[in-house]
């Protein structure tokens, strides 16, 4: 076994900036498997595109025979799992690809590992590590007067997207119950932070600001999120992968509980500061839009168990977290304009114009 690991989905958001990290604090080589998908980008990869250590794989974590091909020949000491589809609104417009991926990709990627982890002498196998990433969403909903979500909360996913990671999660239990793959889960709240795609909530009201369009919020805008900032996930996971019981999950937060109202306010008030209109404010262009079907009302994460157990916290706040964040969307507006083009004008179109708005 070497001192290497694989990721999956590295090209994506919270997995190029998970690479990124690895590769420039020198904690070894990282296979990066990614399928390019409209969620995958090589510019989020720029910064190591010549660094040795980092070896991108264009590829499917469904393809057994190459997943099995690069754990033969890299013999990793850890598969990082991020590859998935992530955004809801599109698991309600097509919910094909989130079973495919989300469901038979990671199925896939678990018989390869368990092939590989098979072969691998005691001592090894002992030290080989399986992380799977996932979401606070496999718990459903909570009302104003819930407690926050728990490792022992019962899973109860209530969209497409949801529920095939709430699959995929069981998957991960039931390798490490059965055949005792050393595996670790863990559920994270919402991501936000610098190549964050601009089909979720902060990315798209940032884009839309500057540009002038509508700041959609679906339904009354009360709906609750906790955030964190994508380094701070970044480093919870690094810790889990050191220090964390084999078969346990960990819960990820932020203690950053904000109605979608409250965020995108904030956003305008950091655009009006940084980035100030001709005339008038930012705020001027929230638009309240038709709902999405399901809305999950709150979420929420009790993150003791990580703090207690490893001595994880999260670093940034959301104020400090969400002022990085816009000063990096000001800065990088080529890699914004970037993709933003093509396939995602006909996401926005799809997505959009049936809840009543023009953004496209
Ligand atoms: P993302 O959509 O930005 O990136 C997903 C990446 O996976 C992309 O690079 C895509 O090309 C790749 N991919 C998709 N299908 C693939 C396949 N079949 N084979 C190989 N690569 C494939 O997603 P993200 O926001 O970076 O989320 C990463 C992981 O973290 C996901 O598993 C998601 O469920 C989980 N998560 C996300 C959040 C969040 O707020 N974004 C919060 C908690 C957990
Ligand atoms: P999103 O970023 O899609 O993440 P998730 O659905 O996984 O939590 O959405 C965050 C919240 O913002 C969610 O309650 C839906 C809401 N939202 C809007 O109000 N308007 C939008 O245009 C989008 C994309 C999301």
Redesign the pocket.
Known sequence: MNDCIIV??G?????SNFVNDWVKLGLGKVIN?????Y??NLANLADIEQNPEHIFVHG???HSELVGDLLKLYQPRAVVN?????HVDRSIHGPGEFIQ?NIV?TFNLLEEARTYWSSLNDADKANFRFLH???DEVYGSLSATDSAFKETNAYEPNSPYSAS?AASDHLVRAYHHTYGIPMLTTN????YGPYH?PEKLIPLVIHNALNGKPLPIYGNGSNVRDWLYVGDHCTAIRRVLEAGRVGETYNIGGWNEKTNLEVVHTLCDILDQQKPKKSGSYCEQITFVQDRPGHDQRYAIDATKIERELGWKPAETFETGIQKTVAWYLTHQDWVNNVTSGEYKNWVNTNYKERGEELA
């Open positions: 999956t989905g090209a994506g958001f919270i997995g498997l990614d399928k390019l998908t969620a995958g499917d974590i469904g991020f590859a998935a589809e992530s991926t990709g990433v996932s979401t990671k994270c709240s919402n991501n795609f």
